[in-house]
């Protein structure tokens, strides 16, 4: 086990030091002066299962260091050591107050005292599983997937890592331990957006979640109507990554029907469009309920128009699973025109895989044989009515009714994320097409967007 001591005072190294040594045999305690010196060791070797900061540092403010090092490794036992003056001014108590495992010990040292505070703490951190938790693995076994997908289960038949570099990982959850909500919120808070899992257990996790989810759909009461669409994003998490990493198979040709039947089932609790968009739970706005959104709107606007034929309003909803599954980045999936300055800074090739996007998720559009011309929708969806839009920058004359729709529904959400969501947003959104769209294919599909939304 190994201790990371920071403090500038090289005395208490020689106290601290020779305390372990009488008391805890086998631990190392490593000790460093500043705050970027702890950080670049805990970077090099994150293995340390408790941490102790002497509040007095000159250069650094205890509290940041904590943070910064949470951030980087993960919360693990902490304590801050200092007078009881030092520990008032320089602890903050939101982050004293957020981690169950962080300490205080007040000076002066009693060695029996200090020495029963460290044990209590390692006990923490043996129970936890602290130690040795990061590991080097081969980055070519591992693949990513989504925080997110992780609310779906309270415990997983494998371990699961968080990259720190590209070869060292550290394990974020252990196989066949139960964890709880909080801690995939933990991780979120720190920013992180992966976890990493062994490539075979990979395609496990993907189809153990879409049984899940499908037994989800089965038991949702009618009245659950928030239930239904939480599930369609938890759905479309798990069909994005399965078309990414594996591609499609049968398995998510039944889920994806299954799903087309759910949007059409929401679609029916609703009584009104405004009702839909202002009851949706958009809580990060990402391509999973972007893609919802796309979907329960577009085959709205469908249903209003009159086209009563199943296979039909099954296409706009396949082209909201698909059209932007291959984004490289999230940020990007609010670009709607090709000088946008998100593409600025970026590679020559990031850029034209991006405008290329469209004509990629067309083509696994031709999988569903069920659902012909989706891959018209889905190339065309960054289109415009003036022209100005991408990859081929052909105009309303050449757009079909269906695909102006399509096109219109995703506008819509872009706008609906870029802001936010109320009555007023909504209305102004609609002020703000009325130039644009207006015209062609567009007018009726947005005649009936304004009167729907028109209605309480
Ligand atoms: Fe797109």
Redesign the pocket.
């Known amino acids: 086990m190994k201790v990371l001591f920071i403090c500038d005072n090289k005395e208490e190294w020689n106290l601290l030091t020779n305390l372990f040594h009488a008391h805890f045999t086998g631990v190392d305690l490593v000790c460093v002066l500043k705050g970027q010196e702890a950080l670049d060791t805990i970077m090099f070797d994150a293995n340390f299962s408790m941490i102790l900061i002497e509040c007095g540092l000159k250069e650094n403010d205890p509290t940041d260091l904590a943070e910064d090092i949470f951030e980087t490794i993960g919360p693990r036992p902490l304590i801050f050591i200092g007078t009881q003056a030092m520990i008032k001014d320089r602890v903050r108590d939101d982050f004293y107050n957020e981690y169950e495992n962080v300490g205080l010990y007040q000076k002066p040292y009693e060695p029996q005292e200090f020495v029963g505070v460290i044990k209590e703490a390692m006990e923490w951190s043996k129970q936890h599983e602290f130690e040795n938790a990061v590991v080097e693995l081969n980055p070519d076994d591992f693949l990513p997937l989504k925080l997110r997908n992780f609310y779906l289960y309270d415990q997983v038949p494998f371990d699961v890592y968080i990259e720190l570099t590209k070869t060292k990982y550290l394990k974020a959850i252990s196989a066949n331990k139960k964890y709880p909500q909080s801690t995939i919120q933990d991780f979120r808070k720190r920013n992180i957006r992966y976890l990493y899992l062994e490539k075979n257990e990979h395609l496990n996790f993907l189809e153990n979640s879409i049984k899940k989810i499908s037994q989800s759909f089965h038991q949702i009461k009618s009245d659950d109507r928030n239930r239904r669409m939480q599930t369609l994003v938890a759905a479309t998490l798990v069909i994005h990554q399965y078309l990414r990493d594996v591609g499609v198979s049968d398995t998510l040709k039944d889920f994806v029907d299954l799903y087309i039947a759910q949007v059409g089932k929401t679609l029916k609790e609703h009584t009104s469009l405004n009702e839909l968009l202002l009851n949706f739970p958009l809580e990060q706005a990402d391509l999973a309920e972007q893609a919802v959104l796309k979907a329960l709107l577009s085959e709205f606007l469908v249903r209003s128009l009159g086209w009563r034929s199943d296979s039909t309003r099954a296409k706009t909803t396949l082209a909201s699973l698909l059209?932007?599954t291959f984004?490289e980045r999230e940020e990007w999936?609010v670009i709607t025109y090709k000088d946008h300055p998100h593409l600025d800074d970026i590679t020559k090739e990031e850029r034209e895989n991006f405008l290329a996007?469209?004509l990629k998720a067309a083509e696994t559009a031709h999988f569903f044989t069920q659902y012909p011309d989706v891959d018209f929708i889905i190339e065309q969806?960054?289109e415009q009515p003036d022209g100005t839009g991408f990859p081929r920058g052909i105009n309303a004359g050449k757009i079909t009714k269906l695909s102006a729709i399509f096109i219109l529904a995703?506008n819509f959400v872009i706008q609906m994320v870029i802001n936010g969501v109320t009555s007023s947003s909504l209305q102004n959104i609609c002020q703000s097409f009325q130039g644009l769209y207006n015209v062609g294919n567009f007018k009726e599909p947005f005649g009936e967007l304004i009167k729907e939304l028109k209605r309480k």
């Open positions: 059209h932007d984004i999936s996007h469209p969806h960054h995703n």
